[in-house]
């Protein structure tokens, strides 16, 4: 889908290239961060519809960069990704407002299907928004 913008954020480099990989076929306009800071330092830069981003990273976990990246986006959509995952993590990241949470290893039709749920919910949020101003 053209013109939807996705951050992906994650500390492994093979992580974010393999759902680079997957997503790249969609021309999603992607964007890679490292770590929890650069992905703030994009988000200040550009607006994105969709982060997916690993829990556990070096400096700033997943959760943290969940928290400050509403505060710079209230309306993005997020997408946690683990392989560590527990009731409790899951829980804390959809009380901050993760739209979903995902299993490492990836697996490919799965983040798909996620993405474009999330992408499609990010669109209609928009729409809403349109239609809310006009009136």
């Not at 990273?57 to 969940?66: A, F, T, V």
């Not at 409790?88 to 039709?109: C, E, F």
Request: no cysteine.
């Amino acid at each position: 889908m053209p013109n939807v913008g996705i951050l992906i954020v994650d500390d492994d480099y093979a992580s974010r290239l393999l759902i680079s990989k997957i997503l790249e076929k969609e021309k999603y306009d992607l964007v890679q961060a490292s770590n929890g800071f650069d992905a703030l330092t994009q988000l200040r830069k550009k607006s994105y519809d969709l982060m997916i981003s690993d829990l556990r990273m070096e400096g700033m976990n997943g959760i943290e960069l969940l928290q400050k990246a509403r505060q710079i986006h209230p309306t993005l959509a997020v997408i946690i990704l683990t392989g560590h995952a527990s009731m409790q993590t899951a829980i804390d990241a959809v009380r901050l407002g993760a739209i979903d949470y995902l299993m490492k290893p990836i697996n490919s039709d799965e983040l798909l299907i996620r993405v474009k749920k999330a992408v499609e919910r990010v669109q209609l949020e928009k729409r809403l928004s349109e239609i809310e101003r006009q009136m």
